[in-house]
């Protein structure tokens, strides 16, 4: 890692040597040289952030990176440096605060991460050296050392296979944390190894490391008693990636070639990057404001301190007489100092522990998302996960959403429900009422009781039985574990033997299963694989053994996968399966009307459709195949050009035999949380690699297009419609469809949907990847960005947008789009698949379902949660009230600090600008640390404005908190003058008292400390009141800390004035809390000055009334019989005990 990060530094090129060579076993291939072993990184990961050495310097570096932090660092070094008025540790405790938790929090998790790595370091694996099997631990693996592997055993690098306990030379792998499909894959041993590897000699020779999972390219050369060595092609079929899982293979043996951070996990480990929240962007814009006040107050009062020190005999009056070495002074370093010191002075009004308290309330509140038992799911045994706290409230904010089809809109749960064969279609019904178990339901009128004939019947069902890659099994094989049942029916509808029964199937793709599936149903079973040779039982009960002579794979750019067979009579067969648009233009077009049909009206109803072909080879075609093959395989450069130009010369001139419908049904509620969506103001985008019909159906199922929706279409086959040059048509297309949608379109308001605006025209727009595409990458730069705004705002002014036919990349780009336009909307994905991981981390928020799909998804995600109905709670209720509490906790830190530091400005004036604090300095410490601190945190984390019922019904209430409604500069500049008003308050109101000569008994006058402790008694009072009086949901711990602080307060002022501390030099408040309590004057305007400070906000709750949506709700909680208390439940309460209806 050290010499890469060297050679990028100095600009070596590290690409110089774009393969390695891999010595198996560490046995040199020649007996006569020296054998000096490569150097290759060693097996250790290493994901953490800090070690024991470097964690101060380095976390205080990044903490102080952080403008409040590093302010009041340069504030604690004057207040040390410079004869200021207050101590250094009034702003150097809460500093030491600030920065002690949050760096406890960081080291916490960055010791987990540590944690995390030593489990996985320090795994012990089984290395055989010199024929003896050696325990070893994880991190001591090198490249070359041949490692065995268990069952259900996480292989510890990435290793090519040589060896199998399985007698087919295959093994079983799932690749989950990888790539986040659950499926089993298999893999195959390098072909005419050594059964026993201590003889085997042979090197390796690959490409270098690089991240992409599904390609690698090398060869193995095996050298045999002085032969010519062997030269076998090496391809991801042979590569057992780390992180993925042995299964259903009792123990392998393979030799890593790839260590440590150079393994293909460690190389698509994209570490998040940091995401700040619309939030705290709104905090520094305010901490800009509140640093020009400061600045402001400190330059005022430096420069009337000059003004009034400038008339005679106020600069040394008589009672208090420079010294020499105050007259030396420079008059402008002395006028910094004063300057710095005012700057001191009202620092306070800069609020340090709101960062503290918003990562506090942020981390704590996360608990409510995983501990809302409406998130578990019994299914799977899990509830919601929050991999980021940072991002609670951006929950309440979200303005698109951005949504995968399959496995979040829909279940990806693969169910076989009919195939056409020949033109004709087959629905496969309870199989005694037909013969064979098919049924013809539709075709041509003049057929209708006509089939496609049985030797067409029987070629398509071995199509579906040997076009795959899917293997057998047996219940043997299961063991103790949970057995996989596949239904079975034989001729007639008797229910096949018992064998058959149990067979279970394994496969990369559930769609593979349920094809395989769907044959059995109507007697065709697949047996499985044996030595290259696969069997199936036909409906006569009759075995056939076909040979397999190679598999050409699926791949997302043929969108086919084909196998090549010889049969027992020696013919060699091609069967293809794949999308319609890949299989159409390579059969005989008079075979394709017949069954497009068919194609197009499954896509329309919502299945996934596959077309299914077959080619007959002759001996001269399947040679001239099998060499191109072969070549391709063995070639280090280029290998998968060369290997999909021979695919697509062997996949044309083939015959169409049918296709295929498979169902995959709505996720529950799908529907409705769309709807809830929608009606909270939220456009919904959906981002598929699915074909478009498909795709559109889903989109009328879940309601995002309804009937009277008109839809504008982008895609390839409507840029060929007007016969002229695409990027004419979609120009064209593009003007008349913002001509439609924008121009010509009322103006309606902002987050208004159909529902609010059914008289209106709707809009749904649809677009594929290759339309996408020429929008996004135009031949001409300024019809690309002009291509794009024009797209950008058709689909904004569209209540549903479809994007189709999308790699993974495209969806990325799509969010980014929308993201970067214009306001800045806060974007939402939510996918399950590892194809969506890229869209997940390019949102504001990321949200991962836990789904088949494996878990890449969420591990990249902000938040996961277990199935797509629960983005309505987690949005509609979580994220509105996350996004009210902090932006009151916000509003309300700035407003109270306010309150704090205007008496202190305004007393400046009555001092003679001689930077006389009005507070004692206990106070100025313990105010934002003790006094005020945990009633809002409290507020913060259990405050309930609405109920979350009413805000699961009334989806509308989402639109009020909308673009950051609540930290706008009008209700900023609301607390603000709140804040101003209730400072003069305070600091006039006891003014006004101390006008009275005699305010105690004995007919003394109270002191400036008195009247500082006056102030700051209002002052926490009624601050704390204030926020008890914006509490609507009461629970015990809201009583117990807002009651409490006041009690503290009062306990600590008696505490600390009535002892006498050694350690202090001078005790400014001893008895002056008591003395000033003795006074009957003194309480009457402390109660009088809270009355008047909080009456304006007692008044506005009283005579305002609600408007817009809470109107309509007020008035339908009127008629609502339902008991007022079972809807202001504390939470907690609902929290904890309530298993039925749980809140939060």
């Known amino acids: 890692m050290l010499r890469r990060r060297l050679n990028r530094l100095l600009g070596v090129d590290e690409r110089r040597v774009d393969s390695r060579t891999i010595y198996v076993g560490h046995r040199s291939s020649s007996t006569n040289e020296a054998f000096i072993p490569p150097k290759f990184c060693d097996n250790r990961i290493v994901s953490s952030k800090y070690t024991v050495w470097n964690f101060l310097p380095k976390n205080l570096f990044e903490q102080f990176r952080r403008i409040a932090n590093f302010y009041f660092l340069i504030i604690f070094l004057v207040q040390v440096i410079v004869d200021t008025p207050t101590s250094p540790v009034t702003s150097g405790l809460p500093l030491f605060f600030v920065i002690t938790v949050t760096a406890i929090k960081q080291g916490y998790e960055d010791w987990l991460r540590h944690k995390a790595d030593n489990e996985v370091n320090k795994y012990p694996v089984t290395v055989l050296e010199q024929g003896r099997r050696i325990r070893k631990e994880s991190e001591k693996i090198k490249v070359g050392d041949v490692v065995e592997v268990e069952e259900d055993v996480t292989f510890p690098c990435d290793l090519i296979l040589l060896q199998s306990s399985r007698d087919d030379d295959t093994c079983f792998v799932t690749t989950a944390s990888l790539d986040g499909e659950s499926n089993h894959k298999t893999h195959y041993t390098v072909p005419d190894t050594e059964k026993d590897l201590e003889t085997l000699n042979a090197t390796i020779e690959c490409e270098q490391p690089q991240p992409d999972l599904y390609k690698f390219v090398g060869r193995m050369h095996i050298y045999k008693n002085d032969q010519e060595p062997a030269v076998r092609s090496l391809g991801p079929e042979n590569l057992l990636l780390k992180g993925a899982t042995l299964k259903n293979t009792q123990r392998i043996c393979g030799v890593a070639i790839y260590t440590g951070m150079e393994t293909k996990m460690a190389l698509n480990y994209q570490g998040k990057s940091q995401k700040r929240s619309a939030v705290e962007k709104s905090i520094n814009a305010f901490l800009l404001v509140y640093l020009c006040i400061l600045v402001s107050k400190a330059l005022v009062c430096t420069t009337l301190k000059y003004v009034w020190q400038g008339k005679p005999g106020q600069d040394e009056p008589w009672y208090n007489e420079k010294t020499q070495r105050e007259k030396d002074t420079n008059l402008y370093l002395k006028m910094f100092t004063d300057f710095l010191s005012f700057m001191v002075l009202f620092n306070f009004i800069i609020p340090v522990s709101m960062y503290v308290t918003v990562e506090m309330q942020k981390f704590l509140g996360s608990f409510f998302i995983t501990w809302d038992k409406d998130f578990f799911d019994p299914e799977i045994k899990e509830g919601a996960l929050v991999n980021t706290s940072d991002l609670n409230e951006e929950l309440g904010q979200v303005e698109y959403v951005f949504t995968d089809k399959t496995g979040t809109l829909t279940q990806n749960n693969m169910e076989f429900i009919e195939c056409c064969i020949d033109g004709f279609q087959y629905k496969y019904r309870d199989a005694s009422s037909d013969l064979d178990g098919f049924c013809v339901t539709d075709g041509p009128l003049n057929k209708v009781q006509e089939k496609a004939g049985r030797e067409k019947e029987e070629l398509f069902l071995r199509a579906l039985c040997l076009c795959h890659t899917v293997q057998v099994k047996e219940s043997s094989e299961q063991g103790q574990g949970q057995r996989d ?424 004036f009555f001092c003679g600008y001689s930077q006389q604090p009005l507070y004692d300095a206990a106070y100025l410490t313990m105010y934002n640390i003790c006094f005020t601190s945990m009633p809002i945190l409290a507020y913060s984390l259990l405050e309930q404005h609405i109920c979350i019922e009413v805000l699961l019904d009334n989806a509308a209430l989402y639109r009020d908190i909308a673009k950051n409604g609540m930290l706008r500069w009008r209700p900023f500049l609301y607390w603000t003058l709140l804040g101003v008003f209730h400072g003069l308050l305070f600091f006039f109101g006891v003014r006004f008292l101390f006008s009275n000569p005699a305010l105690q008994d004995n007919g003394q006058v109270f002191g400036n400390w008195s009247y500082g402790t006056i102030v700051f008694t209002v002052l926490v009072f009624t601050v704390t009141l204030k926020l008890a009086l914006d509490t609507r949901h009461w629970t015990w711990i809201n009583h117990f800390v807002i009651w409490g602080s006041l009690l503290f307060y009062v306990f600590f002022s008696f505490f600390w004035g009535g002892i006498i501390w050694p350690f202090l030099k001078q005790q400014r408040l001893y008895f002056v809390f008591a003395n000033m309590l003795s006074s009957v004057s003194a309480w009457l305007v402390i109660i009088l000055l809270i009355l008047l400070s909080l009456l304006p906000e007692i008044l506005l709750v009283v005579f305002h009334k609600p408007r817009g949506p809470r109107q309509k709700l007020v008035q339908s909680n009127v008629g609502d019989h339902r008991s007022p208390r079972s809807a202001a439940r504390p939470l907690l309460m609902r929290t904890f005990t309530d298993e039925s209806n749980t809140v939060i």
């Open 485 to 908: 049942q596949v239904d079975g029916f034989g001729l007639d509808g008797e229910v096949l033997p018992p064998l058959r029964e149990q067979r279970g199937f394994i496969a990369s793709s559930p769609d593979e299963v349920a094809l395989v599936k769907g044959a059995m149903r109507f007697g065709f079973t697949f047996l499985g694989l044996e030595s290259k040779n696969m069997k199936i039982l036909t409906r006569n009960n009759d075995i056939e053994m076909y040979e397999l002579l190679h598999v050409l794979n699926f791949d997302p750019v043929r969108r086919r996968m084909s196998v090549i067979v010889r049969s027992k009579s020696g013919d060699t067969l091609l069967f293809c399966k794949g999308a319609d648009s890949s299989i159409f233009p390579r059969v005989r077009q008079e075979e394709v009307e017949r069954i497009r049909m068919h194609v197009e009206r499954n896509a329309t109803e919502g299945y996934r459709t596959l077309c299914v072909a077959y080619k007959n080879l002759s001996a001269e075609d399947y040679a001239q195949a099998d060499a191109g093959l072969m070549e391709a395989r063995l070639a280090l450069q280029d290998r998968e050009q060369k290997l999909m130009a021979v695919y697509n010369q062997v996949e044309t001139g083939m015959s169409l035999i049918g296709a295929t419908a498979v169902e995959d049904r709505l996720q529950e509620e799908a529907a409705e949380t769309m709807e809830a969506l929608q009606g909270a103001g939220i456009k919904v985008w959906v981002l598929t690699g699915d074909k478009m019909e498909t795709a559109k159906s889903t989109c009328y199922a879940c309601r995002l297009f309804q009937r009277n929706t008109e839809l504008l279409e982008l895609t390839v086959r409507t840029l060929e419609d007007g016969g002229r040059r695409r990027e004419e048509r979609l120009h064209e297309l593009l003007l008349e469809y913002h001509k439609k949608a924008v121009q010509d379109a009322p103006p309606v308001k902002s987050g208004v949907t159909r529902t609010w605006s059914s008289a209106n025209q709707d809009y749904g727009f649809i677009i594929d990847g290759a339309t996408l595409s020429m929008v996004l990458n135009s031949s001409s730069e300024s019809n690309s960005s002009r291509y794009k705004n024009l797209f950008l705002q058709i689909c904004q002014n569209c209540t549903s947008v479809l994007c189709c036919r999308m790699a993974p990349l495209q969806k990325a780009q799509i969010v980014k789009m929308v993201k970067n336009s214009k306001g800045s909307p806060i974007t939402l994905s939510i996918g399950d698949g590892a194809n969506d991981v890229s869209m997940i981390l390019e949102a504001h928020v990321g949200i991962g379902i836990k789904g088949k799909e494996g878990r890449q998804a969420v591990r990249n995600s902000d938040y996961a949660i277990p199935k797509l109905k629960h983005l309505k709670k987690l949005l509609l209720a979580h994220g509105h009230l996350y996004y009210v509490r902090i932006a009151h906790l916000v509003q309300y830190f700035f407003y109270k600090n306010l309150c704090f530091i205007l008496p202190q400005f305004l007393y400046q």
